[in-house]
């Protein structure tokens, strides 16, 4: 079975700009989180959606916006880009908000200069 | 709220011998408790998690964890390493919000390194 799956893998963005980053969950997978990790941390909380409802935000800026799609796949967007928005984009999947088994993409690893 | 702290940016064990990485929780609440394992350039893969029940974890690849409410710790054992062990571990916790999330709380990680 397909795991997540993340696009792009990398991307290089300048400051200012907007990048949008998608994910798809585990098939019969209907909540989906976003996680920023920035290097050397571990991953920080940002949105999490559960059909098609957010369910979750962490401390992140207005800059910061997601939606779930009706097939479950999710888009997160971050307008104005800083330098400190440079970090690794990891989408999560689980089967349900309630369930606490989540399962990891590879990452979007985001360079912004 | 909810923190969890890892004790060890790094830690270095020679293979064959006992792994442990430490963590200890904060939560004022009965927490769920998880160790991730990520490898370079790669995403996190769950290595175990406590929720209720057992309070001696096994997971996969050889790792075992073990509740101890009255010292708030969920530290990461392995009797043996092995080479492929070297990667870097991240404890999270969360509780039961009625469904209504899921988000979790992780450390700062610790990166395990194992000579030959």
């Known amino acids: 079975d397909a795991g997540v799956t993340q696009s792009p893998t990398h991307l290089i963005k300048t400051r200012g700009q907007h990048v949008t980053l998608r994910c798809s969950p585990i098939?019969?997978?209907?909540?989906v989180s976003w996680y920023q990790q920035v290097l050397g941390q571990g991953p920080q909380f940002i949105f999490q959606?559960?059909?098609?409802?957010?369910?979750g935000r962490g401390n992140f800026p207005d800059r910061f916006s997601a939606r779930q799609f009706p097939n479950y796949s999710s888009e997160l967007n971050v307008n104005a880009l800083l330098l400190g928005d440079s970090a690794l984009y990891l989408c999560?999947?689980?089967?349900?908000?309630?369930?606490?088994?989540?399962?990891f993409g590879p990452g979007t690893r985001l360079t912004v200069t | 709220a909810q923190s969890v702290t890892q004790l060890g940016s790094h830690v270095s064990v020679s293979e064959g011998a006992l792994v442990l990485l430490r963590c200890n929780y904060s939560?004022?609440?009965?927490?769920?408790l998880f160790w991730y394992v990520q490898y370079p350039n790669q995403g996190l893969q769950l290595l175990l998690k406590?929720?209720?029940?057992?309070?001696l974890v096994k997971g996969i690849n050889g790792f075992e964890a073990e509740f101890k409410k009255s010292e708030t710790s969920f530290h990461l054992t392995k009797p043996s390493a092995h080479m492929s062990d070297a990667a870097e571990y991240f404890c999270?916790?969360?509780?039961?919000?009625?469904?209504?999330?899921?988000?979790?709380?992780f450390g700062t990680g610790t990166l395990l390194a194992v000579q030959p």
């Open positions: 999270a916790v969360t509780h039961f919000y009625g469904g209504a999330t899921n988000k979790l709380i």
């Open positions: 939560s004022s609440v009965p927490p769920y």
């Open positions: 098939s019969g997978h209907k909540s």
């Open positions: 999560a999947s689980s089967f349900a908000s309630g369930t606490y088994e989540q399962y």
């Open positions: 406590y929720t209720t029940g057992a309070t």
């Open positions: 959606y559960y059909e098609k409802e957010e369910r």
